[in-house]
């Protein structure tokens, strides 16, 4: 298809995926194989010396994760994108590219609980250390800002759910202070937010959630958005210094606006490993093409859902931005028109008591820690994954005795409404 | 012509067209970007011609070099420079000098000089400026995505391989129009 851009739906199914040179294989086939054999010596050194496109061996690449890297780069409206193990090895190799020991890095304070560990523990050994900002109040976005700063790092809709970052906003100080604004879109998903369409740099994905979106595999997406201008303050030797790994290759320079995706892949995840296995994904990618089609219908179930709950007498309280009234509606309206996706939060009036009773009555939804799944699911954050927390933790990172997380499956609406009904009726 | 987008299909039929390439600027050092495209291009099947004063006679990339675009003894079909925009004019001025005229007048990333292209195009040249050939040839062709990398197309025609080896594949793709 000549000059043409394909919409979405189309770009989902296709995108990255070309007919099997050998076999005419239409879908894409799964290369399960460690290695790629040269075509000559030659070839092989060209390949080593990052001079050619080709596979070597799939810790460094595979052509089924390269589909996938294509695919989500496509859909995102990225230049390049690398495929790695995890949500988690994602954000390692992003911030192995960018920050040197001593460095600092402003994180929102509302992200996913595995994150803030993350940022709190294993990067700090590694020097990276992060200042935590209110997504609520911008200016401690600015105020963070030191000479150290090299990235800011923000989820579009952040895990537990309900809360909506203003990306224009944060963006506008990311490029104030001249550095990088990275967006875990897990939950959002490039079909109801593109991040790089309101000033991201750099976008990742726990491609184990909507994007893979049936709970069978984990897996991780870096996103390069090719606007970022690595020169400008040359604070970025990955990419702007000669690298004697590869005999003094500048990557900007040879690779130009998808030298961010290529330095996550030739220095970070050939010299760290966390490569994504070739099986999971072509799970994820049977996965994305349906993409848009499981997450409209994800978020629409969830607005039901979230209409049922904020009119339940056992309940004391609703956080889904698709809610008219919910403090984040306006930005919903503005950022995520077509829905506010599918995991949020609720309180109950019976508090502790009546969360872990919640999630032993539903018979439909899952008692787990995952979301993004096509189940519904649910978690009692204070009895699990928050459990060691005080009280005021708890509360300050939203996660209070009170408080249940649901993540929307695409079941039929009426059925999930009717399993709370049945397990809130019990409490 | 519009110089800030080039439609795939003109892209495409310029690369298909040309057989023989001088790359004025290539280097003979191994980790510069001239040096990778002018292998890169050999590699896929073009003639390339590297241009270079301080290697003239010698080799790069195996390719033997040449002072100058008219010592170069086969006619150039496309011209691909690696110098700075403000060098471009003198290039084009030597290029619109050879016999037979060269088709098309390629300017590498971040090379552009709208002036010169206006002069090539009314000598009727066609212009490419601010792309890599060796990044138009990877993404129209699918080689690209095997990085990761976006190629803004798609396609349900199976790729064709080309030559002996078994990584590279060719612009075209399979069908029975031949
Ligand atoms: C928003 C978000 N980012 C990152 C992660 C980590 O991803 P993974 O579990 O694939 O390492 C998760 C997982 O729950 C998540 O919800």
Not at chain 1, 331 to 341: M, Q, R
Request: glycine share 10%; proline share 5%; with cysteine.
């Amino acid at each position: 298809m000549s000059d043409h851009t394909p919409g979405f739906s189309t770009l989902a199914i296709h995108a990255g995926a070309q007919p099997d040179p050998t076999t005419g294989a239409r879908a894409t086939p799964i290369y399960q194989t460690t290695s790629f054999v040269f075509d000559d010596v030659d070839h092989a050194a060209a390949l080593f010396g990052l001079q050619t496109f080709g596979n070597i061996y799939t810790r460094i690449g595979n052509p089924t994760v390269s589909v996938l890297e294509e695919r989500v780069a496509a859909l995102e409206g990225g230049t390049a994108a690398l495929g790695v193990a995890s949500g988690h090895a994602a954000q390692h190799l992003v911030f192995h590219t960018l920050l040197e020991p001593g460095d600092e890095f402003i994180a929102s304070r509302k992200l996913y609980g595995g994150s803030i560990n993350q940022f709190n523990h294993a990067f700090k050994s590694y020097g990276w250390n992060v200042v935590w900002a209110d997504p609520d109040d911008i200016s401690s976005f600015e105020a963070a800002v030191t000479p150290k700063t090299k990235a800011i790092f923000v989820e579009s809709i952040a895990n537990p759910g309900g809360i909506v970052t203003d990306l224009k906003a944060i963006s506008a100080v990311a490029k104030k202070a001249g550095v990088p604004l990275i967006v875990d879109n897990t939950l959002a998903t490039p079909y109801l937010w593109r991040p790089f369409e309101h000033g991201a740099d750099i976008v990742i994905h726990s491609a184990t959630k909507f994007l893979g979106g049936h709970g069978n595999s984990i897996g991780g997406v870096i996103v390069d958005g090719g606007t970022f201008d690595w020169t400008a303050s040359g604070r970025y030797p990955f990419l702007t210094k000669p690298r004697p790994e590869y005999q003094g290759i500048v990557l900007h320079e040879t690779f130009g606006n998808f030298a961010f995706a290529i330095a996550c892949r030739v220095l970070g995840l050939r010299d760290l490993g966390p490569a994504l296995s070739p099986f999971n994904a072509f799970l994820i990618l049977t996965g994305i093409e349906t993409l848009g089609l499981r997450v409209q219908k994800h978020s629409d179930n969830a607005l039901e859902v979230a209409k049922f709950l904020s009119q339940h007498p056992a309940v004391a309280g609703v956080n889904y931005a698709g809610l008219p009234g919910d403090r984040y509606y306006d930005l919903a309206k503005t950022y995520l028109p077509k829905g506010a996706g599918a995991v949020f939060t609720f309180r109950l009036k019976g508090g502790y008591e009546a969360g872990v009773s919640l999630v032993s009555n539903v018979e439909l939804f899952s008692h787990l820690a995952n979301i993004g799944d096509t189940r519904s699911l649910i978690i009692h954050p204070a009895s699990t994954t928050h459990r060691q927390l005080s009280d005021e933790q708890k509360t300050l990172a939203g996660a209070g005795p009170e408080v249940v997380r649901l993540s929307i499956g695409i079941e039929d609406a009426a059925d999930i409404i009717a399993d709370l009904d049945q397990a809130l009726a019990k409490l | 012509m519009d110089h800030d987008h080039y439609a795939d299909a003109y892209i495409r039929s310029i690369l298909s067209e040309v057989k023989t390439i001088a790359i004025v600027g290539a280097s003979a050092n191994a980790a510069r970007p001239s040096f990778f495209v002018t292998k890169y291009l050999a590699e896929r099947g073009f003639k390339v011609f590297p241009v270079n004063p301080g290697q003239a006679g010698k080799e790069i990339a195996g390719l033997l070099t040449y002072a100058t675009l008219k010592d170069i003894p086969e006619p150039i079909d496309m011209v691909d420079i690696f110098r700075a925009s403000e060098h471009v004019p003198q290039v084009v001025d030597d290029a619109l000098a050879l016999s037979p005229l060269p088709k098309v007048i390629w300017m590498q990333l971040t090379v552009r000089n709208d002036e010169a292209a206006s002069k090539a195009e009314a000598a009727g040249l066609k212009v490419v400026m601010n792309r890599c050939p060796k990044i138009e040839y990877a993404r129209l062709s699918g080689e690209i995505g095997w990085t990761g990398v976006n190629s803004r197309t798609i396609s349900s025609k199976r790729p064709l391989r080309l030559g002996q080896g078994v990584q590279r594949l060719s612009l075209d793709r399979s069908g029975w129009k031949k």
